[in-house]
């Protein structure tokens, strides 16, 4: 079954404001993959982080895989709007999702 | 290119009832996965095809669940007898596998809502 814990469930922001959420393995993975979901659509494909260690960033967003590869990261800088909807984590050769967490941005 | 292609969109249907969802994956992609999406147990993993052969079906919740993938471009996931607790999003996604392993991306379907009364 799933293994891939992600903090926090909910987060509620004001537009302008900094979100980060975390993902949590109880086992070594072999890379992790990153995807939003907005309110009523589907899972997207964000990222993928395959390195030890490794951060990349895409605009406002800034991904980060552990050194341990056993959690990793995704910041969004100064939230906007757009950024509203749930955002998951997906480990274990990307079949099993994190629990997600759902972003609301307060205008 | 067309994406991941699931119908119905929206199903409603009555305890009891036999209900089949399709799928139709992105020409190419040869691993698909059959995924649950509800609010209680978030996004559950049921089936993932490699090659068209089921890999890991662990996810399948009881044998009222069953999944197919007769030929490359097209998969089915059949609920019978339906039962309100199987009411939930259901998404069907794919990608290409290599000897490798599965290192791209999941491409998802827009999903299958059901509603079981």
């Known amino acids: 079954g799933q293994q891939v814990m992600q903090i926090p469930q909910y987060q509620h922001v004001q537009e302008g404001e900094d979100f980060t959420t975390y993902c949590n393995s109880s086992t070594t993975l072999s890379n992790i993959q990153w995807y939003k979901q907005r309110p009523g659509g589907h899972p997207v494909f964000l990222i993928q982080?395959?390195?030890?260690?490794e951060v990349k960033k895409q605009k406002r967003l800034t991904f980060q895989f552990g050194e341990a590869k056993k959690n990793s990261s995704l910041h969004i800088t100064a939230t906007q709007t757009t950024d509203v909807g749930t955002y998951f984590c997906a480990g274990r050769n990307q079949f099993y999702f994190g629990t997600g967490t759902s972003l609301t941005v307060i205008p | 290119d067309a994406g991941v292609i699931q119908s119905p969109r929206h199903e409603v249907t009555e305890m009891g009832q036999e209900v089949t969802l399709r799928c139709k994956p992105i020409s190419g992609h040869n691993s698909l996965f059959w995924y649950r999406q509800t609010m209680m147990r978030g996004l559950e993993l049921l089936i993932y095809?490699?090659?068209?052969?089921?890999?890991?079906d662990s996810g399948m919740p009881e044998d009222r669940f069953s999944a197919k993938m007769p030929n490359a471009s097209f998969s089915t996931l059949k609920i019978q007898p339906s039962e309100p607790r199987d009411s939930a999003v259901y998404f069907c996604?794919?990608?290409?596998?290599?000897?490798?392993?599965?290192?791209?991306?999941?491409?998802f379907g827009e999903g299958s809502r059901l509603t079981v009364l």
């Open positions: 095809f490699n090659n068209n052969v089921p890999i890991d």
């Open positions: 996604a794919s990608t290409r596998a290599t000897l490798a392993g599965l290192t791209g991306e999941l491409f």
């Open positions: 982080l395959v390195k030890s260690g």
